[in-house]
């Protein structure tokens, strides 16, 4: 039995810079933090010979070649596994499409639990390039490389996306206190809405790689606040970075349309005039989550839980994605 786990995360600033269509022509950055809400794939043999896939369905084929999962059929693709004994099963702390990065963290804890079992040791930084490879390569989502690097990696990291397709990571410099600031005051609601980013996605990369004026102006100013979020986190202006937090939201709804609708907008005002200094919808738009900081939680909390909204409590996660169980 093979248990892998694959974090979850928030983005913390620079987000949408993480695509092709825009860093190949300009460079992207971003920092972003793993948290302790994860995606698990388990595996292990059986006897019998078919392919026993579990996730929101269940599948069973006599050839890899057969799953109908796209990522999952890609992953023992590009690995090369043709055995057909074994079981694997998914589970997730928080559902798909919520703006947390799941499909990059389960693509993460797929190829751990595959390269596990057929013994392959590897490098966080080659496990998110595989990753990459499956869901932009080989599917061709419309998606940047920010889930699959911050799964990977773990912590609160800068990646820098350079123009050649090389990813740079780098651990950020924060303090203690800083981290345990950013756990206690950073607070996470569900917007109630799940959504697929893809459309928001393939928008955004459509105007890049048509040289839209506006929207890569907007990217560029997205990739200074991501630089400009570093710096005030690792000088431990968390109250800085909350102002950047509102920037970040003002030029994310600038971005598209589906970025936001009414029903965000009024719960994002809400929390800003009962104690929030700054706030952002994560991840592409358009539902998922609301993250603000605060140093009055007991108020927040109380007045976005009237709304009906139900917060997600966290801490980072340091490990990324790991294997739990191996025997």
């Not at 913390?12 to 794939?41: N, P, Q, R, V």
């Not at 928008?203 to 200074?224: G, V, Y």
């Not at 738009?285 to 603000?292: D, I, P, S, V």
């Not at 939680?297 to 139900?310: F, N």
Request: neutral net charge; glycine residues 10%.
């Amino acid at each position: 039995m093979i248990i892998t786990r694959s974090p979850l995360r928030i983005s913390l600033g620079g987000g949408g810079t993480d695509l092709a269509s825009y860093y190949g022509e300009h460079g992207g950055f971003l920092i972003a933090g793993a948290i302790d809400k994860y995606i698990y794939i388990t595996l292990h043999e059986t006897f019998i010979e078919e392919l026993i896939i579990k996730y929101s369905k269940l599948e069973r084929v006599i050839s890899a070649s057969q799953i109908e999962h796209p990522i999952i059929r890609e992953a023992f693709a590009m690995l090369g596994i043709e055995r057909t004994n074994l079981e694997m099963t998914s589970m997730a702390d928080i559902p798909a499409g919520t703006g947390l990065g799941s499909s990059g963290s389960f693509t993460t804890a797929l190829l751990k639990a595959l390269q596990a079992w057929k013994r392959d040791i590897v490098h966080p930084h080659e496990l998110a390039e595989q990753a990459c490879e499956i869901e932009i390569g080989r599917l061709r989502e419309p998606i940047g490389k920010q889930d699959q690097f911050i799964a990977a990696y773990g912590g609160i990291t800068a990646f820098t996306f350079h123009k050649d397709g090389r990813v740079e990571a780098r651990k950020a410099a924060l303090s203690e206190d800083t981290i345990h600031d950013l756990e206690d005051n950073l607070l996470l609601f569900f917007t109630g809405y799940s959504r697929s980013a893809s459309a928001i996605l393939k928008d955004q990369k459509t105007r890049s790689e048509q040289a839209d004026s506006a929207m890569i102006e907007n990217l560029h100013r997205t990739k200074n606040l991501g630089i400009r979020s570093l710096a005030c986190l690792e000088a431990g202006d968390t109250p800085g970075f909350a102002a950047l937090m509102r920037e970040h939201w003002l030029g994310k709804r600038a971005r598209s349309t589906g970025m936001s609708n009414d029903r965000i907008n009024e719960w994002y005002d809400l929390a800003m005039a009962n104690g929030a200094l700054g706030g952002k919808l994560i991840g592409a738009g358009g539902g998922g989550f609301l993250m603000f900081y605060t140093t009055d939680r007991t108020r927040l909390r109380k007045t976005m839980r009237e709304a009906g909204l139900q917060e997600v409590r966290f801490r980072f996660d340091f490990e990324g994605t790991k294997i739990l169980t191996m025997d």
